[in-house]
């Protein structure tokens, strides 16, 4: 059974940096994308960001591109988003995903994380 466990997150004033990490276990993994997802109260949960395995360019709503950067470790199945320049409207509750077999995560992983909230103060 594979799990995904979050750290990171937490309260930050509007500008700050966070870093969340994710860290998948439970099987050899091959062929996967991992990102993340975040929902606040009354939104739909959207596809902040995502990174796969095989060398292409990750994906960034746009919304957060040129603040947030999603990294991997392919050795240790973990990977990181990078917050910085937040804003008020970045406060959610954010959930790490995997998707297995594919290059793209799409609006249906495999796995989910257990979130982790993330609140951003102006």
């Known amino acids: 059974q594979v799990q995904l466990k979050q750290s990171g997150g937490g309260l930050v004033q509007a500008g700050g940096s966070v870093r969340l990490t994710c860290a998948a276990s439970g099987r050899t993994f091959s062929s996967i994308a991992m990102g993340w997802f975040r929902q606040s109260p009354g939104k739909e949960r959207e596809l902040v960001a995502s990174i796969a395995s095989g060398g292409k360019s990750p994906y960034y709503a746009d919304s957060v591109k040129g603040r947030f950067t999603i990294s991997k470790d392919a050795a240790e199945n973990t990977v990181y988003l990078q917050m910085n320049s937040l804003r008020p409207e970045d406060t959610a509750v954010y959930y790490c995903?995997?998707?297995?077999?594919?290059?793209?995560?799409?609006?249906?992983?495999?796995?989910w994380g257990q979130g982790t909230q993330v609140i951003v103060s102006s």
């Open positions: 995903a995997l998707k297995l077999h594919s290059s793209e995560m799409g609006d249906r992983p495999d796995y």
